[in-house]
């Protein structure tokens, strides 16, 4: 499974939109983009997964580049409850890297 | 059932004893993964079922660990003379075949506490 690489921390003022990156230079053809997040002692939460296209639910939009070398997972708005560690995951076997931490501050 | 259910939600035992950690996946859902998850740490990836067998159990540290899935619906993951290393959250997930369409849904995982 190809590994990806996410900056370790961010901060977002609430209502405003979160950007996080996360590149994945060594994803293969067929390997989905994954981003789950983790809020504190609780199991993972899936968010969204994209193959090539831009993908949005009601949770957030993914945009995956044209090369699906990196990608960019976009909440719209927002608020105090999205604090928690974003995982941004390639392949079947969801290989978690460190995550970034997003803090939503009022 | 509506969400991956794992039991117990907590466990301590003596180091040297022996463990078992269930995992019941969501009906239907063919794959099922065991991940360890260390404080401060992201999911580390164990072993990953397709129906009844392991398709990939390269994530196993040693084979004091060892999972099964009998009947391709629940999974245990058993530990033999358990270490204090072991300490983690133990957590598991299942998704459908079709993971095109699909995501994973991972259950709120078994702390385990080896003293």
């Known amino acids: 499974d190809a590994k990806t690489t996410q900056p370790p921390s961010m901060d977002c003022a609430e209502g405003r939109a979160a950007n996080l990156p996360c590149n994945h230079s060594?994803?293969?053809?067929?390997?989905?983009v994954y981003w789950y997040r983790q809020i504190h002692s609780q199991g993972p939460q899936y968010i969204i997964h994209g193959l090539k296209n831009n993908e949005t639910n009601e949770m957030a939009s993914l945009i995956i580049t044209e090369d699906r070398k990196s990608s960019t997972l976009i909440l719209p708005h927002a608020t105090l409850r999205d604090t928690a560690v974003y995982y941004c995951?390639?392949?079947?076997?969801?290989?978690f890297g460190a995550g970034t931490t997003v803090t939503v501050r009022a | 059932g509506a969400g991956v259910s794992q039991t117990p939600s907590n466990k301590v035992t003596e180091k040297g004893k022996y463990v078992e950690l269930r995992c019941d996946p969501i009906?239907?859902?063919?794959?099922l993964y065991w991940y360890r998850q260390s404080l401060g740490q992201g999911p580390e990836f164990l072993i990953y079922f397709q129906g009844t067998g392991a398709a990939d159990d390269s994530g196993l540290p040693n084979d004091r660990f060892f999972a099964v899935r009998p009947e391709g619906s629940v999974s245990t993951l058993k530990i033999q003379r358990t270490e204090r290393g072991d300490s983690a959250v133990y957590l598991c997930?299942?998704?459908?075949?079709?993971?095109?369409?699909?995501?994973?849904?991972f259950g709120s995982g078994t702390r385990l506490t080896v003293v």
């Open positions: 009906s239907g859902h063919t794959a």
């Open positions: 060594t994803i293969s053809g067929n390997e989905y």
């Open positions: 995951i390639v392949g079947y076997k969801l290989s």
């Open positions: 997930a299942s998704s459908s075949w079709d993971r095109a369409n699909y995501g994973y849904t």
